[in-house]
């Protein structure tokens, strides 16, 4: 109820539009030196361990900046979180922007940012200067007009949020480049998770520009974040009709991918299998079957997202028959025997209704025997 009140809170800002800022603009302001803090509603850093820097704040989310013989330096603005909530309660995010882009060497036009709990440390790249990040190949994403390949590598006892630590890092690297359009962040967030790339509590999400060992300049011109809102960047297929389960017995497999999707985060994963991710309470699937007879057996297989067990509930004509759990990450079957439920057209929801923030549960696919 907590968690319900806390999203409910949150549709409540986004409708009063929790697209970053709609404020007074300040004038702009330079900034050289490490320094964070707030602008037009949105926050800001400049960091670097070297070289010189340059950083001027504009209104909103705009901003230019300089660097010249520098190690490592980040310029950014965005949105700092607080780490105590998933992205899935925080709402989607996605960010347009426009920007003019002369690296000059070794640097990225990114969405970055960092999770605690895993600590990880996470980019989405749209323009490159000499080096084209890579790492673990883990799949691919096609989204915003383009395909991005996805990559994981690890840091050891390197700076981080929490100090010199070890953690990994996300990569979503476009396969080719620009410098403006519409980032729909929330898609990495949820294709990563679907690779087994797990997502902690999020600490920042950033439009940034970040040099290494290089000089160069940008200026962008438009950076607008937007936190709630719909989530549609693929269209989603047109349900195929349930089967009904053969007179005198047999056993009937629905995909979960073919149930008709319900709640705000409810989307589709390709790994550990073609299937349906339930990221929060009340996201579900479901389906009408016809029924001659008043008692069947239900077999989910499913998995969670992490080591962290999941629960999906069975729901027949609206009232739960029990639930399916799934331990850890492995794909596995849970099977509800001997159900009982009414005849004819039922609708069958498998939905999330104990969601604490620690888990997401996988959906392959539901037998009825």
């Known amino acids: 109820m907590k968690q319900t009140r806390m999203r409910l809170f949150l549709a409540v800002l986004i409708c009063f539009a929790l697209t970053l800022p709609t404020v007074i603009a300040h004038a702009a302001t330079t900034i050289t030196s490490n320094q964070t803090g707030t602008q037009d509603g949105y926050d800001y850093e400049l960091w670097k361990d070297s070289g010189t820097t340059s950083m001027t704040l504009n209104s909103g989310g705009a901003f230019s900046a300089t660097w010249s013989n520098i190690n490592n330096a980040l310029f950014r603005k965005g949105k700092k979180f607080n780490a105590t909530q998933t992205h899935q309660q925080v709402g989607n995010i996605s960010i347009n922007y426009s920007a003019t882009f002369n690296p000059g060497g070794n640097s990225y036009l990114t969405v970055y940012g960092w999770t605690k709990s895993p600590l990880v440390e996470f980019y989405i790249v749209d323009n490159w200067g000499t080096y084209r990040p890579t790492g673990t190949q883990k799949g691919t994403l096609t989204v915003d007009g383009g395909t991005y390949d996805i990559y994981e590598t690890t840091r050891t006892n390197q700076p981080s949020i929490e100090g010199t630590a070890t953690f990994k ?18 898609e990495h967030f949820k294709k990563w998770e679907s690779l087994g790339m797990p997502m902690g509590k999020l600490y920042e999400v950033a439009l940034t520009v970040e040099g290494y060992q290089s000089s160069g300049n940008a200026d962008v011109t438009t950076n607008v974040l937007t936190i709630g809102g719909g989530s549609n960047p693929t269209p989603t297929p047109t349900p195929s009709p349930t089967p009904t389960p053969p007179p005198g017995g047999g056993t009937t497999r629905v995909e979960a991918e073919s149930m008709t999707k319900g709640g705000q985060y409810t989307g589709n994963i390709s790994s550990p299998f073609n299937g349906v991710a339930l990221y929060a309470n009340n996201d579900l699937v479901k389906f009408t079957q016809n029924f001659t007879s008043g008692t069947h057996n239900f077999a989910l297989r499913g998995a969670s997202n992490n080591s962290n067990m999941a629960r999906v509930d069975l729901k027949i004509g609206g009232v739960t028959k029990g639930s399916f759990y799934f331990g850890g990450s492995s794909p596995a079957v849970y099977t509800l025997n001997n159900v009982s439920h009414g005849t004819g057209n039922q609708e069958i929801q498998l939905v999330v209704t104990t969601d604490n923030g620690t888990w997401d549960a996988y959906l392959d696919y539901l037998e009825i025997s």
Request: hydrophobic share 20%.
């Open 169 to 186: 890092q996300y990569w979503s690297v476009r396969q080719s480049k620009r410098s403006s359009g519409t980032i729909s962040v929330s």
